[in-house]
Structures are given as C-alpha cells and as structure tokens.
C-alpha cells in the first residue's frame, strides 16, 4: 500500500530563518504530489502541486518543492519564513491511476518566533 | 464560487445520539472527500465518492458511520450511536476529477468540529 512519511514532527524556527519540509511517498510508478497547509482554526489549502514538467515547482506564499524521482521525494522549501507561516504543512499523494484518492502524510507543524 | 459548504461548524452532542453531518460540494465538482483529523491520529479519509458513488469505503472505522451522496450538490455523515472517543473535526473535500488518472488539488470546507459529551 502506498504511504507517505513526514520527517519533522514538529519544527520551530525564529524568523527570516529558512525551511526545508522532508516528505517521502512509497509508490514506484507516476504519482501526482502535493503540498497543503492548514493555518491555525482553518480548513486545508493548496499550496502547490507536481504531476508533470519541471521538478521543481513553485506555489504560493514564496514556498517551492522539488520532485526527485530517484529518492520518491518532494521536499518543500522557502528561503526566508514570517510569523504567518506558523501552520500544520500536509504532504501528499495521488497514484495518477485509482480515481482520486490521495495519501496524506502526517503532517508538520511549523512554529514560526517571531 | 462558494467552496465547500459543511453543517454545522460545531455539534456538540451526549454519546448514544445520532449526528449528521452535511456537506454541499462544489458545483461541477465530481469526486467527495469525508475525512477526519485528531491530534492522536492526524488526517484520515473515511470514504470518497465519484459521481455519487461511493468508491472506497475502506476508512470508515466502524458499522455507527454511513456516508450517502443523494445527489451531485449533498452528501452527508451520519454517526449512529455516538461515542466519546468520535469527536474530532470531520473535514468534507471536493474535487473535479474525472475517476481516472488525476492531478487535480482538493478543495476543502471549513470542517465541523465534533465534541460527543
């Protein structure tokens, strides 16, 4: 069965400082990846997708992730976070085969000290 | 373009009752999503219907939970009895997806936060 696994549990940075998100998918074959974001009290968001293309694709909010095939990963990445970037960030995936149905990871919540 | 419209955005009821939750999908929308998230357990997709059809049912943790889709524009969550260990926020998802190969993000509602007493 496919599954996705999150690195961090829990990341807290000060700041301006940069961020790196580890995400890691099972399945072998063309996927379709996303990243969403849930702020404080709110409902899940889009923040970017993959499903073709460039590797590295870029969402909203300055955020970026890159699909590297070779390690089933999709990492996300911002190079300078604010306070408001203080959110629950989801990984997920979507085989591109059975329907619609998407694996979410754990999650990462990120604590962003002003 | 309304989003995704759930009901109510907070139920608090005693355990035995029986709760519906409702959604109101996107129009044109034609994949549902029914999760439901905790701290101890994170995100997890109860069942998802394509065409009002429900697809994978495989999530829904017991026989006290049924989903129906009557309709392209309604589906509703139904616990019958209730119990304690149920509350959680209960999330309704839509997307455009045609039922095959897809890339198409989901649109999530705001959520109904459930507390069984």
Redesign the interface.
């Known amino acids: 069965a496919q599954s996705v696994s999150q690195h961090n549990h829990h990341v807290i940075l000060s700041e301006a400082a940069s961020l790196e998100l580890g995400c890691n998918y099972s399945y072998g074959g063309t996927v379709n990846l996303f990243w969403y974001v849930q702020y404080p009290g709110q409902h899940l968001q889009l923040l970017l997708k993959y499903f073709s293309g460039d590797p590295l694709v870029k969402g909203i909010k300055g955020f970026e992730a890159e699909f590297i095939k070779s390690k089933f990963s999709f990492n996300l990445r911002k190079p300078s976070v604010q306070w408001s970037d203080t959110a629950e960030y989801f990984c997920a995936v979507n085989d591109g085969t059975s329907y619609d149905k998407v694996i979410f990871g754990p999650g990462t919540s990120l604590s962003v000290i002003p | 373009d309304a989003g995704v419209i759930q009901s109510p955005r907070h139920e608090v009821t005693e355990m035995g009752q029986e709760v519906t939750l409702r959604c109101k999908p996107i129009s044109g929308h034609n994949?549902l999503?029914w999760y439901r998230q905790t701290m101890m357990r994170?995100?997890e997709?109860l069942i998802?219907f394509?065409n009002n059809v429900p697809?994978?049912d495989s999530g829904m943790p017991e026989d006290r939970f049924s989903a129906k889709m009557p309709n392209a524009s309604f589906s509703t969550l139904k616990i019958q009895p209730s119990e304690p260990r149920d509350s959680a926020v209960y999330?309704c998802?839509s997307?455009p997806?045609t039922?095959?190969?897809?890339?198409?993000?989901?649109h999530?509602?705001?959520?109904t936060r459930l507390s069984i007493l």
């Open positions: 994949s999503f994170g995100l997709l998802y394509n697809i994978d999330f998802a997307s997806n039922g095959e190969a897809s890339n198409q993000p989901q999530f509602g705001d959520g």
